[in-house]
């Protein structure tokens, strides 16, 4: 007898005691895809409420879509389709910020090719404003990643973002964190993504390899000296995969002094529930479910 093909493994599953399958109408579904993880969470628009969140790992030999195709058929609530809306939030390294001044939908591909090399055959070219900031972000989703989610969710408004927007997002209703003398590292799955801001503006995002402590420390203190400022009085704010208890966190103790780690938006509100996670480890993805309503 063959034994049964795993898929993937969960990590984490959380579910507020407020959800109910009879309001899903009321409900968006948020998918972030990466290589290694899918997370999936639902965000009550009518009370501002995260009510999931759950983590899955994916099996090295298996097939995203299949991964997919696989959550979908297994899930309570996934196949459900009277969602309020979708969100596809997409963790590629293919982005870019530009002034709105510059940007044109139809000059967004050109925009993007001047960071980095694009095959659109294979992918397709998305865009979101931050109308705070006067910017817009440029981005890529797979085109087999796009085409599954459309041919699941027919009749459902589809929103595609990268993850550094959501953390955009989550920052900047925060004023207090847009100091001048507060750095934001946003850490995900061997990533390592830098904010800084000047009198609330966004001055400088970029994302860095970040495969050991030492490559962490390299880019955290290179882009301190970048930006002129002082170790023993800059406050570095840490967000995604980082815990007080972490390697990675004890070592940027030896050079940063003023360290902490990031609050979730607090216009978002979660149950007891989520009491056992570390608010900052999913701040991209609770930023995304107060930024889109």
Same mark, same amino acid.
């Given at each position: !007898?063959?034994?049964?093909?795993?898929?993937?493994? #969960? =990590?984490?599953?959380?579910?507020? $005691?407020?959800?109910? =399958?009879?309001?899903?109408?009321?409900?968006?579904?948020?998918?972030?895809?990466?290589?290694?993880?899918? !997370?999936?969470?639902?965000?009550?628009?009518?009370?501002? *409420?995260?009510?999931?969140?759950?983590?899955?790992?994916?099996?090295?030999?298996?097939?995203?879509?299949?991964?997919? $195709?696989?959550?979908?058929?297994?899930?309570?609530?996934?196949?459900?389709?009277?969602?309020?809306?979708?969100?596809?939030?997409?963790?590629? #390294?293919?982005?870019?910020?530009?002034?709105?001044?510059?940007?044109?939908?139809?000059?967004?591909?050109?925009?993007?090719?001047?960071?980095?090399?694009?095959?659109?055959?294979?992918?397709?070219?998305?865009?979101?404003?931050?109308?705070?900031?006067?910017?817009?972000?440029?981005?890529?989703?797979?085109?087999?990643?796009?085409?599954?989610?459309?041919?699941?969710? +027919?009749?459902?408004?589809?929103?595609?973002?990268?993850?550094?927007?959501?953390?955009?997002?989550?920052?900047?209703?925060?004023?207090?964190?847009?100091?001048?003398?507060?750095?934001?590292?946003?850490?995900?799955?061997?990533?390592?993504?830098?904010?800084?801001?000047?009198?609330?503006?966004?001055?400088?995002?970029?994302?860095? +390899?970040?495969?050991?402590?030492?490559?962490?420390?390299?880019? =955290?203190?290179?882009?301190?000296?970048?930006?002129?400022?002082?170790?023993?009085?800059?406050?570095?704010?840490?967000?995604?995969?980082?815990?007080?208890?972490?390697?990675?966190?004890?070592?940027? *103790?030896?050079?940063?002094?003023?360290?902490?780690?990031?609050? *979730?938006?607090?216009?978002?509100?979660?149950?007891?529930?989520?009491?056992?996670?570390?608010?900052?480890?999913?701040?991209?993805?609770?930023?995304?479910?107060?930024?889109?309503?």
């Amino acid at each position: !007898m063959e034994k049964p093909i795993i898929y993937y493994q #969960p =990590v984490r599953l959380i579910k507020d $005691e407020k959800f109910s =399958v009879d309001e899903i109408y009321k409900y968006n579904i948020c998918f972030k895809i990466s290589n290694k993880h899918c !997370m999936i969470s639902v965000f009550d628009t009518s009370t501002n *409420r995260c009510l999931v969140y759950e983590q899955y790992e994916i099996e090295k030999s298996i097939d995203f879509i299949d991964f997919l $195709e696989q959550i979908y058929k297994d899930h309570a609530f996934v196949s459900a389709g009277y969602w309020k809306k979708i969100i596809l939030m997409c963790t590629t #390294p293919s982005f870019t910020y530009v002034p709105e001044e510059y940007f044109s939908k139809e000059n967004a591909l050109n925009l993007l090719r001047l960071n980095t090399v694009i095959n659109i055959d294979e992918v397709d070219i998305f865009h979101s404003p931050h109308p705070h900031q006067h910017i817009y972000s440029i981005f890529t989703i797979e085109k087999k990643i796009l085409r599954w989610i459309k041919g699941k969710y +027919p009749y459902q408004e589809i929103i595609c973002v990268h993850e550094n927007s959501a953390v955009l997002e989550g920052l900047i209703v925060q004023p207090n964190q847009l100091e001048m003398r507060n750095l934001h590292a946003f850490i995900d799955e061997k990533k390592l993504t830098l904010f800084f801001f000047k009198h609330g503006n966004l001055y400088f995002l970029n994302t860095f +390899p970040s495969q050991t402590t030492k490559d962490l420390i390299y880019y =955290v203190l290179l882009i301190i000296t970048q930006l002129e400022l002082i170790p023993s009085e800059v406050s570095l704010v840490l967000y995604g995969d980082i815990l007080a208890q972490d390697n990675n966190y004890n070592e940027l *103790r030896k050079y940063i002094n003023r360290i902490s780690f990031g609050q *979730r938006p607090k216009e978002l509100s979660l149950g007891f529930k989520f009491d056992e996670i570390a608010e900052h480890t999913i701040f991209d993805v609770l930023s995304v479910g107060n930024w889109i309503k």
